[in-house]
């Protein structure tokens, strides 16, 4: 080779990598879709102190352009780059902070991030100027959607003293918050899942030693597991609206249940099977009703749980640890409606057995009626039969005697002509032969009708 070209099993490569005479290969249309998928929305690189505010603005399915063109407005506002168009999510710097929009299913994430907390080495409210003040008020007040979550974030530099216990309930507002040591030790976080009234929950983190990314990575994991959490529990309030009107079903079908044994007719089966099929139509509808809000529990959930297993938390001696928590307080909510969810496919799937075996019952009783009818037809058929063999034999006697009774007016007519024949010998002799005659031509004929091929 020559020039620097080297020879590959897809052609040959000039210096610069370029493929020299070989068809290029033809990508996938989502090739670089999905390749990029697993990069989307990385955690930003923060720097201790700073302050963040996150904003979960519950907006529905198909809202995501809405967020982008309110985005666009702001970056108008600004000068800085627009989005592009389709984006879901966008991270941009304004100068004094830095905003970060996550367009999610049925919600967007608004984050803010300013530098700073407080003096360093000291130890003051860090939540007496949030992040979430950089942003111009009209724009924040026309948000898409409404707000479910909002959360004040602190992290201060490993310069600044650990808060003692009567520092952390002022800045909490109670002793009522939790905290663990956090990635290795390298962090430790605060917060006590409440709205406070500025209306935003508060998380305190201490840098220990963390790098730029992990901080971000923390603070990402920590918003996420009270995002989740609440978008959890918006299945909570559904279930229990939803229980009142299982109540009345259960009853019903247990009563339907019973009578299915004492059923005396047709018709007292069809109108329990009207019943029944109401009741399978109310099922079906509070499951469809509830089938993507319990879905959606049950994922964030999860992602509440793999967010806290990220923390690797340690116990900080007298105070719950955020696993601990969730598992006495969210842990309960999510069963519950993951028991009204059994209870509805449990319910759903007795209908449908109680509908079978009614329906099995109204079809047997119909078959019954059904073999009746079918007796009773044969019965009129086989009466039809012995009637019919009993006219044909009328037929042939009527027909014999027409036929009998023209032999002898032939008969006669041929003794006037001069011919020496007796009507009366004649007629004699012609009776049993006609009547042969005619009675082999009623059964060929009734052959031919019942069998014509």
Same mark, same amino acid.
């Given at each position: 080779?020559?020039?620097?070209?080297?020879?590959?099993?897809?052609?040959?490569?000039?210096?610069?990598? =370029?493929?020299?005479?070989?068809?290029?290969?033809?990508?996938?249309?989502?090739?670089?879709?999905?390749?990029?998928?697993?990069?989307?929305?990385?955690?930003?690189?923060?720097?201790?102190?700073?302050?963040?505010?996150?904003?979960?603005?519950?907006?529905? #399915?198909?809202?995501?352009?809405?967020?982008?063109?309110? $985005?666009?407005?702001?970056?108008?506002?600004?000068?800085?780059?627009?989005?592009?168009?389709?984006?879901?999510?966008?991270?941009?710097?304004?100068?004094?902070?830095?905003?970060?929009?996550?367009?999610?299913?049925?919600?967007?994430?608004?984050?803010?991030? /300013?530098?700073?907390?407080?003096? =360093?080495?000291?130890?003051?409210?860090?939540?007496?100027?949030?992040?979430?003040?950089?942003?111009?008020?009209?724009?924040?007040?026309?948000?898409?959607?409404?707000?479910?979550?909002?959360?004040?974030?602190?992290?201060?530099?490993?310069?600044?003293?650990?808060?003692?216990?009567?520092?952390? =309930?002022?800045?909490?507002?109670?002793?009522?918050?939790?905290?663990?040591?956090? %990635?290795?030790?390298?962090?430790?976080?605060?917060?006590?899942?409440?709205?406070?009234?500025?209306?935003?929950?508060?998380?305190?983190?201490?840098?220990?030693?963390?790098?730029? /990314?992990?901080?971000?990575?923390?603070?990402?994991?920590?918003?996420?597991?009270?995002?989740? /959490?609440?978008?959890?529990?918006?299945?909570?309030?559904?279930?229990?609206?939803?229980?009142?009107?299982?109540?009345?079903?259960?009853?019903?079908? %247990?009563?339907?249940?019973?009578?299915?044994?004492?059923? /005396?007719?047709?018709?007292?089966?069809?109108?329990?099977?009207?019943?029944?099929?109401?009741?399978?139509?109310?099922?079906?509808?509070?499951?469809?009703?509830?089938?993507?809000?319990?879905?959606?529990?049950?994922?964030?959930?999860? $992602?509440?749980?793999?967010?806290?297993?990220?923390?690797?938390?340690?116990?900080?001696?007298? $105070?719950?640890?955020?696993?601990?928590?969730?598992?006495?307080?969210?842990?309960? %909510?999510?069963?519950?409606? #993951? =028991?009204?969810?059994?209870?509805?496919?449990?319910?759903?799937?007795?209908?449908?057995?109680?509908?079978?075996?009614?329906?099995?019952?109204?079809?047997?009783?119909?078959?019954?009626?059904?073999?009746?009818?079918?007796?009773?037809?044969?019965?009129?058929?086989?009466?039809?039969?012995?009637?019919?063999?009993?006219?044909?034999?009328?037929?042939?006697?009527?027909?014999?005697?027409?036929?009998?009774?023209?032999?002898?007016?032939?008969?006669?007519?041929?003794?006037?002509?001069?011919?020496?024949?007796?009507?009366?010998?004649?007629?004699?002799?012609?009776?049993?032969?006609?009547?042969?005659?005619?009675?082999?031509?009623?059964?060929?004929?009734?052959?031919?009708?019942?069998?014509?091929?």
């Amino acid at each position: 080779m020559t020039g620097g070209a080297v020879q590959t099993s897809m052609g040959t490569l000039d210096r610069d990598g =370029a493929v020299i005479g070989s068809r290029p290969l033809r990508d996938h249309p989502l090739r670089q879709t999905l390749t990029n998928e697993v990069h989307a929305r990385p955690p930003e690189a923060l720097t201790s102190p700073m302050r963040a505010t996150m904003l979960a603005m519950l907006s529905g #399915e198909g809202a995501g352009e809405a967020d982008r063109r309110h $985005l666009e407005a702001l970056c108008d506002w600004a000068g800085v780059v627009r989005p592009p168009q389709g984006a879901t999510h966008h991270s941009a710097s304004f100068g004094s902070f830095h905003l970060k929009w996550e367009r999610h299913t049925e919600f967007s994430a608004w984050t803010v991030f /300013r530098p700073g907390a407080m003096p =360093a080495g000291t130890l003051v409210d860090p939540f007496l100027d949030p992040a979430l003040a950089a942003l111009p008020r009209d724009w924040l007040a026309g948000l898409p959607g409404d707000l479910l979550v909002g959360i004040h974030v602190a992290v201060l530099d490993p310069e600044t003293p650990e808060p003692s216990a009567n520092m952390m =309930a002022a800045m909490f507002g109670s002793e009522s918050y939790v905290g663990s040591r956090i %990635a290795g030790r390298s962090a430790t976080a605060w917060t006590d899942f409440r709205i406070h009234g500025d209306g935003f929950s508060r998380m305190l983190i201490i840098d220990h030693s963390m790098t730029p /990314r992990q901080t971000g990575r923390v603070v990402q994991r920590l918003m996420e597991i009270e995002t989740y /959490r609440v978008l959890a529990l918006l299945a909570l309030p559904m279930a229990r609206g939803v229980l009142p009107r299982i109540n009345p079903i259960e009853a019903g079908l %247990a009563d339907v249940t019973t009578r299915i044994a004492t059923l /005396r007719g047709l018709q007292d089966e069809r109108d329990l099977l009207d019943r029944l099929t109401l009741l399978a139509a109310q099922t079906e509808q509070i499951a469809a009703e509830t089938a993507y809000r319990f879905g959606a529990a049950r994922a964030y959930y999860e $992602l509440v749980e793999r967010r806290i297993e990220e923390l690797r938390e340690i116990r900080i001696e007298g $105070l719950q640890t955020v696993q601990e928590f969730m598992d006495r307080r969210l842990t309960p %909510a999510v069963r519950t409606c #993951e =028991a009204v969810e059994q209870r509805l496919n449990s319910l759903s799937q007795r209908v449908a057995r109680a509908s079978n075996l009614l329906r099995t019952r109204v079809e047997i009783a119909v078959e019954g009626q059904n073999a009746e009818l079918l007796q009773s037809m044969d019965r009129r058929a086989h009466l039809q039969l012995r009637m019919q063999e009993t006219v044909e034999g009328l037929s042939v006697v009527a027909i014999s005697y027409y036929l009998v009774g023209i032999v002898g007016y032939a008969a006669k007519g041929l003794k006037g002509f001069g011919f020496k024949i007796d009507p009366d010998m004649l007629v004699g002799v012609m009776i049993p032969i006609v009547i042969a005659f005619v009675w082999s031509g009623v059964r060929r004929i009734r052959k031919v009708l019942t069998n014509p091929h």
